[in-house]
Every structure is written in structure tokens, then in C-alpha cells.
């Protein structure tokens, strides 16, 4: 197949970047598949099947060759600070022949791990300031000339929450986040896997901030698995207050509070299907909200959520963690007097 053909066809999915040599990976996929994915993630989807290489400057040849295609619509984007339902909001919001979304594509943290490491090409003119437009690009045709493409990058991904939205005039975006408390009672709920997931975020989000970058691995392992957690969160909040900051005055971005989409989700479903102008008709939002699919566990569709049985969960784990949890929460504020352990991220989505 050439190269051209590869990056218009929807059932290739641009998936990853390969530093050293240069190329990005393309994996055969269906929008069925897309569309059941929780992450973008070959294991999950096809482990066994075959990925594509192409050389970047063979890519960036043939997009030079070809204008961007002026029917499509502008993409629009679901940041989040991680364990803050922006899984349950991606699924809510992808409708079929309306929407379709794309949950954390690597393609996007490779562009932001590009610029964590201030990558330059070697084949190309390229350098990391360059990936998050050229990968959008690619990303794209995943969505029809009807369709709106929503894409939820990974937390670690805000690093270049800009640049996506620079990506493409019309995009914009929401920023979801929780509280120190639900973050920190979330982690522990998904056991040994979520304090190592949250070391993994943590070892990346540091890499953005010049105070941390060069701490030594040794002090990280020596602290426990609460403090990384509320250093962590603190990390991302602070990222994302000054993403939303940057673009206050522009309209283009928003904040909104997780547990406020799990409380109130046609008020919230309502107000982000507005704010992104996705144009889902309000009986089919009311039909979403009200729906037994609500109760589906957005990670894991062979689990059931529900309000109750999250606070009973996080019930039992305070009764268990409860004076390490609150001397933690001590020590983050002891530390950073002007963190809010209940932030209120400016601008808010008007619920």
C-alpha cells in the first residue's frame, strides 16, 4: 500500500512513534474496535497483529502533497488529571454517525514525551514542536465529514495541551479533574497496579516541571505510595490550572469537576455536548444520561458502576487508611500552604 493511501485509510490507525528509527507505526484496525476501546492500546486491541512502519519523511512528504481536507471538522479534546471520569464522559459523548472518540492514543504521548525530551529529527526538519499538528493530522480521518473526532488524550499528555489546540482553529476542550482525597482513595482502590500506574504518571508529569526533573530516582523510591500519589495530583492540577489560565480569555477551554459529571450527568453531558458543539440532539443526551449504559463501568464494561458502591468502597478504604490518608493530606498542605485539597478550576463549565 503507499504511503498516501495508508494515511487516508480509517482502517489503519496511526498508532505510535518510533524515536530512533523514525517512524511511525500504523496498526490494522476497525471503528468497531475503535470504538470499544478503552485505551488505544495494541495489547488490548490486537497484540498478534502486525504492525506498519513508515518512515516520517516519507509521511511528511506525501501530507505536503495533499491539502487538508476543508470538510473535516475540528477536532475537540477531553484532558483530564487521571481517576476523574473523563473515561465515562469519552463514551457518553461517542454516538454513532455523530461522534467518534479516540481514548489515549500513544501516538499523542509520544509527542509529548517528544518535548519532555526536546527531540529533533534526523531525517527530516522536524523537531518535537512539530509532532502534536503533524499527529492530529493523522488522527483525523478516524472521524467522518459528519462526525465530530473526540480525543481523550492520557493525563501525562497536558504537557502539550496547547499545542493540540493550536493543532486546529475551532477545537477546544474541557479539563476534568478531581479532588486530592477521591484521587488518592481511587489509587488505592485499584490495589498494588494503581500505585504502580501512579509512580508511572508521576515519573513522567515530574519531567515537566524543572524543580523535579532531576530528582534522583532513589528519594522517589524512598517516598511512600500516598506521597507520590498528593505530589502527583498536585503536579497535575497545577498543570492544568495554567493550561486553563492560558486560554481563559479565549473560550476555547473549560474545567470541570469528575464528581460533578457522576452526580449530575444530564446537566453535565448537556453542558459539554454544548461547550464542544457536538450538536447531539438533547432528547439523545436525556436518552445517554438515563440509560442503563450510565451504570456500565467505563474501564471495564464486564463491571457495574455505581454511585453507592464507590463511596461505600471509599468508605472502607479511609476506615483502613484513615490515619496514614489524613496525615498525608496534612504533609501535602503542610508543604504547599496554597494547594486546596477541593480545588475550583477556573473557567468552569456553567452546569
Same mark, same amino acid.
Given at each position: 500500500?503507499?504511503?498516501?493511501?495508508?494515511i487516508a485509510?480509517?482502517?489503519?490507525l496511526?498508532y505510535s512513534?518510533?524515536?530512533?528509527?523514525?517512524?511511525v507505526?500504523?496498526?490494522?484496525?476497525?471503528r468497531?474496535e475503535?470504538?470499544?476501546?478503552?485505551i488505544?492500546?495494541r495489547g488490548l486491541?490486537?497484540p498478534?497483529? &502486525?504492525?506498519?512502519q513508515v518512515p516520517? *519523511?516519507?509521511? @511528511?512528504e506525501s501530507?505536503?502533497?495533499q491539502? %487538508?481536507?476543508?470538510?473535516? !471538522?475540528p477536532p475537540?479534546?477531553i484532558?483530564?488529571?487521571?481517576?476523574c471520569?473523563?473515561?465515562?464522559l469519552s463514551?457518553?459523548?461517542d454516538?454513532?454517525?455523530?461522534?467518534?472518540?479516540?481514548?489515549e492514543p500513544?501516538?499523542l504521548?509520544?509527542?509529548a514525551? &517528544?518535548?519532555?525530551?526536546r527531540?529533533? *529529527?534526523?531525517s @527530516?526538519?522536524?523537531?518535537?514542536q512539530?509532532l %502534536?499538528?503533524l499527529?492530529? !493530522?493523522l488522527?483525523?480521518?478516524?472521524?467522518?465529514?459528519?462526525?465530530?473526532?473526540?480525543?481523550?488524550?492520557?493525563?501525562?499528555?497536558?504537557?502539550?495541551?496547547?499545542?493540540?489546540?493550536?493543532?486546529a482553529?475551532?477545537?477546544?476542550?474541557l479539563?476534568?479533574?478531581?479532588d486530592?482525597?477521591?484521587f488518592?482513595?481511587?489509587?488505592?482502590?485499584?490495589?498494588?497496579?494503581?500505585?504502580?500506574?501512579?509512580r508511572?504518571m508521576f515519573?513522567?508529569i515530574?519531567?515537566?516541571?524543572?524543580?523535579l526533573s532531576?530528582l534522583?530516582?532513589t528519594?522517589?523510591?524512598?517516598?511512600s505510595?500516598?506521597?507520590v500519589a498528593?505530589t502527583?495530583?498536585r503536579l497535575?492540577v497545577e498543570?492544568?490550572e495554567?493550561v486553563?489560565?492560558e486560554?481563559?480569555?479565549s473560550?476555547?477551554m473549560a474545567?470541570?469537576y469528575?464528581d460533578?459529571?457522576?452526580?449530575?450527568p444530564?446537566e453535565?453531558?448537556?453542558?459539554?455536548?454544548e461547550f464542544l458543539a457536538l450538536g447531539l440532539?438533547?432528547?439523545?443526551i436525556?436518552a445517554?444520561?438515563t440509560?442503563d449504559d450510565?451504570f456500565i463501568?467505563a474501564?471495564?464494561?464486564?463491571r457495574?458502576f455505581?454511585?453507592e458502591?464507590?463511596e461505600q468502597?471509599?468508605?472502607k478504604l479511609?476506615a483502613f487508611f484513615?490515619?496514614?490518608l489524613?496525615?498525608g493530606l496534612g504533609?501535602l498542605q503542610?508543604?504547599?500552604?496554597?494547594?486546596?485539597?477541593?480545588?475550583?478550576?477556573?473557567?468552569a463549565l456553567s452546569?
Open positions: 500500500m503507499l504511503t498516501k493511501d495508508l485509510d480509517a482502517r489503519y496511526a512513534f518510533d524515536f530512533s528509527s523514525e517512524c507505526a500504523y496498526l490494522p484496525v476497525s468497531e475503535l470504538r470499544k476501546a478503552t488505544l492500546k486491541i490486537a498478534d497483529r &502486525a504492525l506498519i516520517l *519523511a516519507e509521511i @511528511t501530507l505536503a502533497a491539502e %487538508p481536507s476543508a470538510d473535516a !471538522r475537540q479534546f484532558f483530564h488529571t487521571a481517576f471520569a473523563s473515561t465515562f463514551r457518553c459523548l454516538v454513532e454517525e455523530q461522534t467518534i472518540g479516540l481514548r500513544q501516538l504521548l509520544d509527542a514525551n &517528544a518535548k519532555r525530551l527531540w529533533r *529529527a534526523k @527530516t526538519q522536524l523537531d518535537y512539530d %502534536p499538528q499527529f492530529v !493530522r488522527l483525523q480521518k478516524h472521524a467522518t465529514p459528519a462526525e465530530t473526532l473526540i480525543i481523550k488524550p492520557i493525563n501525562s499528555v497536558n504537557n502539550i495541551a496547547t499545542e493540540l489546540l493550536q493543532a482553529p475551532g477545537s477546544k476542550a479539563m476534568l479533574y478531581t486530592a482525597r477521591n488518592v482513595l481511587s489509587m488505592l482502590g485499584k490495589g498494588e497496579g494503581g500505585k504502580q500506574t501512579v508511572s515519573d513522567l515530574r519531567c515537566d516541571f524543572p524543580q532531576n534522583q530516582l528519594h522517589v523510591i524512598h517516598m505510595d500516598l506521597r498528593m502527583l495530583w497535575q498543570q492544568a495554567a486553563l489560565m486560554h481563559s480569555g473560550g476555547r474545567s470541570l469528575g460533578s459529571l457522576i452526580r449530575q444530564l453535565a453531558l448537556t453542558a459539554a455536548n440532539p438533547a432528547k439523545q436525556t445517554i444520561a440509560s450510565r463501568d474501564k471495564n464494561p464486564e457495574r455505581s454511585l458502591a464507590r468502597r471509599y468508605e479511609e484513615g490515619p496514614d489524613d496525615d504533609w503542610r508543604n504547599n500552604p496554597r494547594t486546596r485539597l477541593l480545588p475550583e478550576l477556573q473557567p452546569l
